[in-house]
């Protein structure tokens, strides 16, 4: 099945660390200026040196973005955690949190082009890929993984 330019594909994720910022959102809150969080997330991820911050960095040493924690769908609240991987044995540093992505079977959407609208765009032709009949989301975790500049991976988790 493929959405827009994107075609997804099935991948093997063995399990990661992520230690970084977090914040409790909604697609609804997103949409609000007023409201949203993921921007600001962004902002202090780099304002405050989070990298820098994060021990023990996993290769390659590039931002991650875990959602996890969903209230329900795509409609309810869930936790965005923006971060680096890292080894399992790293420490939490005082005021950032860590969460683990689960191995298994996730559905990947790559993309390139300018962030944030190469982000927005995916995820929008993600929630469109999931509104047809097909595969099933799980609601369980996502992960963005920034390869680049320009370069994004989006991992969806599939029932």
């Known amino acids: 099945m493929k959405t827009g ?4 594909r099935f991948v093997e994720y063995e399990a990661s660390t992520v230690l970084g910022i977090a914040a409790i959102t909604s697609n609804a809150m997103e949409m609000e200026p ?3 969080r993921i921007g600001d997330l962004w902002a202090r991820f780099y304002r405050d040196d989070i990298p820098g911050r994060v021990p023990l960095k996993r ?7 875990v959602y996890a924690g969903y209230e329900s769908d795509h409609a309810g ?25 689960p191995a298994g079977t996730y559905l990947l959407f790559e993309a390139e082009g ?7 765009d995916t995820w929008r032709e993600i929630w469109n890929y999931f509104s047809k009949p097909g595969h099933v ?3 369980a975790t996502d992960f963005e ?6 370069t994004v991976e989006i991992y969806i988790s599939v029932k």
Do not use: N
């Open 5 to 8: 330019g994107l075609v997804p």
């Open 114 to 120: 300018d962030m944030p609208r190469v982000v927005i």
């Open 77 to 101: 609240q869930y936790e965005l955690t923006v971060g680096m991987a890292v080894d399992a044995s790293a420490r939490t540093p005082e005021g950032l949190v860590r969460v683990s992505i």
């Open 145 to 150: 993984v920034h390869r680049g500049p320009k």
């Open 34 to 36: 007023a409201t949203a």
């Open 137 to 139: 989301r799980a609601y």
């Open 59 to 65: 290769a390659p040493e590039v931002p991650v973005a």
